[in-house]
């Protein structure tokens, strides 16, 4: 369905301490032998070592790797190492002006930043698909300063992903509660925000 409607890459989320659509590995890796280029496949991974995210895009086969949380434990030029061929994106949770430090310190070992609304520091983590929008004007600030492309998610609708847009000026944008209806993609909402998205 998002394929058909336009979209450049799908995200297929792995185990995650909170947040909409989680699926198993194993369906990850079915869905992932389905996308053929030029259609990405974004494997979201809440693993924090390099080793562990290398042995989970092994087992699930994507051609990217959406690191919702910090690395902790090993390096970017590990992953790039081992798999050559994957690309790597790592999430910067927008909560204050610091998050652009955050970015200058790993935009030159990765291959993307996305920029989302989630809070890695709350009790129980919250690494994506919250619905909540973040700052856009400190979007675009970070935007600036990088090197590499920056997407841009977070509370992001068909109302409000033009206005995104227009005033983060991101490479591309990553939407999931957006387009959903009691947690299913929506088709009706799914067309309407790449109809935005394209306007």
Known sequence: ???AQGADALGLVAKM???PGPISDELIATIARQIHPPI?????T???SSRAIIEHIKETGVNTVQIVDELTAGTYDDIHAALPYV????VIHVTGEECIEQALAV???VDA???DSGNPKAAVKTLGGTGNVHNWNISRELIRAV???VFLAGGLNAENVKVAIQTAHPFGVDVCSGVRTNGKLDHEKLTAFITAVHS
């Open 113 to 115: 930043i996305l920029l």
């Open 87 to 90: 690309r790597v994106v790592q």
């Open 107 to 109: 935009h030159e070992f």
């Open 17 to 19: 301490p909170s947040g």
């Open 147 to 149: 090197k590499v492309p």
């Open 46 to 48: 809440s693993e924090q």
């Open 40 to 44: 990405a496949s974004f494997l979201l």
């Open 1 to 3: 369905m998002a394929i």
